[in-house]
């Protein structure tokens, strides 16, 4: 589904300060799966998840999705390409404060002009289903740690994308709610979506949710 051929990315290019993120990574992420990118701070594993989401561009190298090369693509073609085909989860999760669960899981619809009423009943389907719609109406910095969390998947879910991006999802939840997510995962799999996430949590890295494991360090590939 993702192929990645050669990708170097450099931050801070032609400065006293420059720093070579990625190596020459090739993977292909393969469709309907789950794959988890593990290593250990600054190995380059956040990078590598900015690239197959299309947040970011790499330096050097292709990108493909389905079959089609988006390296050279223009910006506002590579942000149709993410609000269609990609969900995010943030480590920090990224939601609005002052709004509510139910808004912020909106949000992501608003560029599209879908009709309201229709954004809304999917919105408040996916609160119920992760166990959250009776926490709809609140504010979102009144929820606890895992209740974000879910806000979170369900905003990133509200497009339907075929990929869901995950950055240390369970970086701030205790055990029990790491479970919870590795639940959430063998659904979101079940459902036919690509998951894509970063974790050294060894619940997640062993869990049977997850189909591969890659390993990093220092920019480049490792040994899983």
Known sequence: MIELSSIRKVFNQGRTNEYWALNGIDLHIEARRVTL??????????????????????????VSLNGEDISGLP???????RRRSFGFVFQQFNLIKGLSALTNVMLPTFPSGRPHREVKDKAERLLDRLK??????????????????????ARALINDPAVVIADEPTANLDTALSRQFIAMLEELSDEGRTVILTSHDPLLVEAQAVHRVVSMRDGRLGEP
């Open 132 to 153: 959250l719609g009776h926490r709809a109406a609140a504010n979102v910095e009144w929820l606890s740690g895992g209740e974000q969390q879910r806000v979170a998947i």
């Open 37 to 62: 990118l593990r290593g250990p701070s600054g190995s380059g594993k956040t990078t590598l998840l900015t690239i197959l989401g299309c947040l970011s561009r790499p330096t050097a190298g292709r």
């Open 75 to 81: 910006e506002r073609f590579l942000t149709d390409i």
